[in-house]
């Protein structure tokens, strides 16, 4: 593989479980708020960061890399208002999608087309990510000032189920 996609995935692995674990402490902020759906849709989103920075490693060591892992760093963002976990996860996604655009761009040059294949899906992912997240904020802009509707967007939320990716290695 190129040593500069090679080294940009790898630490993308990184990136990721760090997403999972930022994602893990707003479920966490949210159960202390007595919102458990809220924190079951984090919770899932967290799972889901996992299973990204899996389907790199196994994409590296299916390709012969040798995969590093670093230290994941502490989530270290604080959230006031019911709404602050939101926007702090949408600002995320969206340096998320560069640096799954990065890595894009760096296998595009290195014409490494097996990996802009495997990175389609990301592609993809990031903008149904984003638009989660989008829709998520205008929900709770709309109604989350109403205690009776912010209780039925917690039900709602708490009906997220969590399923594994559609991309298989
Ligand atoms: Fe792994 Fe939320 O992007």
Redesign the pocket.
Known sequence: MNEKVSALLNDQINK?FY?AYLYLDMANFYTQKGLDGFANWFEIQAR??QD?AMLMYRYLQNNGEKVTLEAVAKPDKTFQTLTDPLKAGLEH?RY?TSLINRIYEAAQEAKDFRATQFLDWFIK??GE?EKNSMDLITKMELFGDDARSLYMLNSELAGRVYSAPSLVL
């Open positions: 990721e997403s889901e960061e990204h996604e998320v992912e990031q990510e």
